[in-house]
């Protein structure tokens, strides 16, 4: 994307930036993104990490940005309810776009 002009952001929660940011150590940026995207990281936090950076996710979220979520059951996940964490957008204004069993794509009213 930013090889095409957008400006990105991208937390990459394997490096250590990503790791000390899910730890509340270093803050995201103090700004709001027209796209979100969660591939693949959302089963490799904890409950209380998850619900953190679900939270900064809908916080950061612009009126109208899309996100997607996409998960897998990693044998070194944690056990998370894809439901419930699609849900938790809902309850906060988020219309669902498309919904598998482990991806969604959701727009925020």
Known sequence: MAANGYIVDAID??????IKTVLGQDPLPNKTYDILLANYILMFLDDKERKRVMKEMDQRAAHGAIMMIEMYPAKD??????DSMVEYFYSKGWEKIRKSKDKCLMRKK
């Not at 929660?13 to 990503?18: R, T």
């Open 13 to 18: 929660m394997a490096g250590d930036f990503g």
């Open 77 to 82: 996940a944690h056990d998370y309810d894809f």
